[in-house]
């Protein structure tokens, strides 16, 4: 069984900052990556980062130089700093694990936390 818990939404004014965790337990072995994905309403969920297992990050083009993703291996957490908030990055925010066993990849999600940027 694998759990993933985020932490870190709220309601933040433009141009703020806010830093959203996900901490992965259970049977986790095998993790390839891990990813930040968003979902606004009306519109569907997007990638915004994601971190390999070696390190490797990507991130979505309209977050780029906003928003930084890092992990813990050691705490199986993966974090996203977002700073210069936008009201367009409102959204509840999800994570992603994904796992890699015998060349089988397996997906697991957070429960989502809202993201809220406004005056």
């Known amino acids: 069984q694998v759990q993933l818990v985020e932490s870190g939404g709220g309601l933040v004014q433009p141009g703020g900052s806010l830093r959203l965790s996900c901490a992965a337990s259970?049977?986790?072995?095998?993790?390839?990556?891990m990813r930040w994905y968003r979902q606004a309403p009306g519109k569907q969920r997007e990638l915004v980062a994601a971190?390999?297992?070696?390190?490797?990050?990507n991130r979505a083009d309209s977050v780029k130089g906003r928003f930084t993703i890092s992990r813990d291996n050691a705490k199986n957490t993966v974090t996203l700093q977002m700073n210069s908030l936008k009201p367009e990055d409102t959204a509840v925010y999800y994570c992603n694990l994904e796992l890699l066993r015998r060349g089988i990849r397996h997906d697991y999600w957070g429960q989502g936390t809202q993201v809220t940027v406004s005056s």
């Open positions: 259970g049977n986790i072995f095998g993790i390839n990556a």
């Open positions: 971190i390999t297992s070696g390190g490797t990050t």
